[in-house]
């Protein structure tokens, strides 16, 4: 770089979703002056393409599901879902795919946006391709963050490229139901989006690889789950994979399964993990690899990186991808990043706020299907795998007053995992109507580490479903 064409801040932030934005708040609110860069929208693919959408597109199909069973309501419920009104609130949800409100935000949080393609091009230097072409380059004094995300990942399937597939940005975006609908994929995005579609009229057919959805939790979410959906209409079939797709006839999708099967539907969705969005984004040029994800350590700084001025926040990094840990980390990163421009020292251990060890501990995530599934810290395969001897306690959710008040027909299970040597609970799941309301106290007990000894003067509501607590501990007890 020449220095007269140079602008310099003290923060450069890549990236202007959710995580993006938190960085850049903290750094300005530390007094830090910080550019932003975006090359698509601001507020990025929770906003647009991900959680805010697809909630818009779940809640009347999760809350028609709860209404038709409540006394009274069933009449009136049991019609099929006006799906015209469905897509406009998730359009609105979705700002029509403007972000003139997240821009307006940023000025008024005093953080500079440019709009743009950024490239890392050298240490604390970065080069924005801008939309007319032209090149701006940037120079940060203190830090550069990579808060790009990640992206869909399509397998290496031949063909796909003509195939045209739904990912999840088309699943959360579509401005009508396909008449049929085949999901690739038994993880949260798959699940998600069958109950949707399916809600909205088409008809789903949800092919998984695994002998169960939703393989990294509980098998009894699943389990419940797939019942459900099998319950709505949807085709759930398990241990099976494509083996090839093509479009046909007047734009059809035809599709080979490994077991010899054929499907015939108008549209696919492939929902079969993510990638890092960091294959252009000029890693080269600072020693890493394209397309890697980037290793951190606790502050979110880059560990391949000498200087302590990368850092790497949210989905990117792969620690843990939710929109909310993501905003956690950059609430961490903009604390390192200030604490290491004014030369603090570092507090790291095991509460500050420039450690971020919620990525470790207890990673809550709620799964909008219907029944809901709500899950923080272990469950039991990961304490087997890690060695951890816990205790597991089970209680059907159903069995609750407040449960019955929410759902007469309530099908629905709890489980927590107590620490046999430190009497903590380290891991909860539950699963049924309503549970995602759960989940903040779960997560609360186990990163406070409450002891289950005082976890009995917690007292629950009656008639609520957080009764479950109490259920589980007497449980605990009588076994």
Not at 140 to 157: I, K, Q
Not at 443 to 454: D, K, L, P, Y
Request: net charge negative; charged share 25%.
């Amino acid at each position: 770089m020449t220095t007269e064409n140079i602008r310099t801040y003290d923060v450069v932030v890549i990236g202007a979703g959710p995580v993006g934005e938190n960085v850049a708040d903290r750094t300005t609110a530390a007094g830090l002056s910080t550019v932003i860069l975006e090359s698509e929208l601001v507020g990025g693919e929770c906003s647009y393409w991900a959680c805010e959408p697809s909630k818009a597109l779940l809640r009347p199909a999760l809350l028609r599901a709860d209404a038709v069973h409540v006394p009274g309501l069933d009449p009136a419920v049991k019609n099929p879902l006006d799906v015209e009104a469905v897509l406009a609130h998730r359009n609105r949800m979705s700002a029509d795919w403007k972000d003139d409100g997240q821009v307006e935000w940023l000025k008024s949080a005093g953080i500079e946006l440019l709009r743009g393609h950024g490239r890392l091009t050298g240490e604390r230097e970065v080069a924005v391709e801008t939309p007319d072409g032209d090149t701006v380059r940037l120079r940060a004094r203190h830090a550069v963050a990579v808060c790009t995300g990640s992206r869909a990942a399509l397998p290496p399937l031949p063909g796909i490229e003509d195939l045209r597939p739904w990912t999840s940005r088309e699943a959360a975006s579509a401005q009508q139901a396909p008449e049929r609908l085949v999901i690739v994929g038994a993880g949260v995005v798959g699940v998600e989006m069958a109950t949707a579609w399916q809600a909205l009229g088409s008809r789903v057919t949800l092919l998984a690889r695994a002998d169960g959805l939703l393989p990294r939790l509980e098998p009894f979410a699943g389990e419940l789950v797939t019942e459900r959906l099998r319950e709505a209409g949807a085709d759930v079939r398990f241990g099976v994979s494509v083996v090839g797709a093509e479009r046909v006839g007047d734009g059809e999708v035809r599709v080979t399964l490994s077991d010899g099967g054929e499907i015939t539907a108008d549209e696919i969705l492939f929902a079969t993990g993510r990638a890092p969005r960091s294959e252009d984004i000029g890693l080269d040029a600072v020693g890493l690899t394209p397309g890697d994800w980037l290793a951190t350590d606790d502050s979110l700084t880059v560990t391949a990186v000498a200087g302590n001025w990368l850092y790497a926040v949210g989905d990117v990094n792969r620690r843990a991808q939710f929109t909310h840990q993501g905003k956690y980390q950059a609430r961490v990163a903009g604390a390192v990043i200030a604490a290491r421009a004014k030369g603090d020292q570092l507090d790291t251990g095991r509460w500050a706020p420039h450690s971020s060890t919620a990525d470790l501990e207890a990673v809550p995530g709620v799964v909008f299907t219907d029944p809901e599934v709500a899950s923080v810290g272990l469950t039991v395969s990961e304490a087997e795998r890690t060695g951890r001897a816990v205790e597991v306690v089970d209680y059907e959710i159903g069995h609750l007053a407040g449960a019955l008040q929410y759902r007469p027909d309530y099908r629905g299970r709890a489980r927590i995992l107590i620490d046999r040597d430190r009497q903590v609970v380290v891991g909860a799941t539950f699963v049924g109507p309503g549970v995602g309301e759960l989940l903040y106290s779960a997560t609360v007990a186990i990163t406070a580490e409450v002891s289950v000894e005082r976890l009995w003067h917690a007292v629950p509501a009656f008639p609520t479903i957080s009764e479950v607590w109490l259920r589980l501990l007497e449980t605990r007890r009588d076994s």
